[in-house]
């Protein structure tokens, strides 16, 4: 049995987990495995496979983890191979025969790079702060699941720019739990609601409807670690280089394209202030 972390951009996909007639990332990956003659053509998964966790439509990934049996050739360049350039395998481990990637996660850790240049993060980092601990999250999650308490080891924050980067590290995550917490937060953090929202999410009694925060996009949302205490990952350099220079393409098509719609902004405005000098 092999784990490997995988790292992927999550925009094009419609989630991590197979879905019926939409592409999904774990489509990308059995795909590939059919290619490379590691899954048959007629299997629905790899013998022993689980996967991490299901990210979101729209969500990335930087160690995403997947198992399996596979032959001693398969390392993660060789997996590269088959991958499209937003999926890519970087780093894998040999781990035991009853090993399960979801199962076994000890925890899991997310980023979600918030966008909010007028945000008070001392009043973000104290939302985060109060949001720690093990606690029942039923009003911050779109899961039916009967037990929703979880315990969320670290919530951090730090300004980078206009860009509120929120951390959170938690045993396990509900459905739309960190969207809904970074939701939450950015309220508190722009003024909009106080403090004691965060206590009343987390009191017993369930919020009214129109107390509930909804989740935000999920496209500034990554997962960037799982941890396996029985597992150690060694980093393949030429797989991580060619995945570095993948996501590096990538990002400076997104730079380029953010300087348009900064220069689209400035420009309008500019155009308003000068018709408004006209008028007067």
Do not use: K
């Not at 590939?32 to 003659?37: I, T, V, Y």
């Not at 053509?41 to 198992?67: C, I, L, N």
């Not at 979600?112 to 999250?137: I, M, N, Q």
Request: proline content about 6%; hydrophobic content about 45%; aromatic content about 8%.
């Amino acid at each position: 049995m092999r784990a490997f972390r995988v790292a992927y951009d999550g925009r094009p996909y419609h989630g991590f987990q197979r879905q019926p007639q939409v592409p999904t990332v774990e489509d990308a990956v059995f795909d590939s495995l059919r290619a490379l003659g590691v899954l048959a053509s007629d299997a629905d998964a790899p013998e022993g496979y689980a996967a991490a966790g299901r990210t979101d439509a729209g969500v990335s990934a930087v160690a995403q983890t997947v198992a399996f049996e596979c032959p001693d050739w398969l390392t993660p360049r060789a997996f590269n191979g088959e991958l499209p350039e937003h999926v890519r395998a970087w780093a894998s481990a040999d781990v035991p025969d009853a090993f399960h990637a979801t199962h076994h996660a000890a925890s899991r850790a997310y980023d979600y790079h918030l966008y909010a240049p007028t945000a008070d993060v001392d009043r973000a980092a104290a939302a985060l702060a109060s949001l720690e601990g093990t606690h029942d999250f039923a009003d911050l999650t779109a899961a039916s699941e009967v037990d929703t308490t979880r315990t969320l080891e670290t919530a951090t924050v730090v300004r980078e720019g206009d860009v509120l980067r929120v951390h959170v590290r938690a045993d396990g995550f509900l459905w739309e739990l960190v969207r809904r917490i970074v939701a939450l937060v950015r309220s508190v953090a722009t003024g909009d609601r106080g403090l004691d929202a965060v206590d009343r999410a987390l009191a017993p009694e369930p919020l009214p409807d129109h107390e509930r925060v909804g989740p935000a996009p999920p496209e500034p949302l990554v997962l960037v670690d799982a941890t396996y205490p029985d597992a150690t990952f060694e980093r393949d350099s030429e797989a991580a280089a060619s995945a570095a220079a993948a996501f590096e393409s990538a990002h400076a098509t997104a730079v380029s394209r953010a300087r348009v719609t900064g220069a689209l902004r400035d420009g309008v405005d500019a155009g308003s202030n000068s018709v408004d000098d006209d008028r007067r």
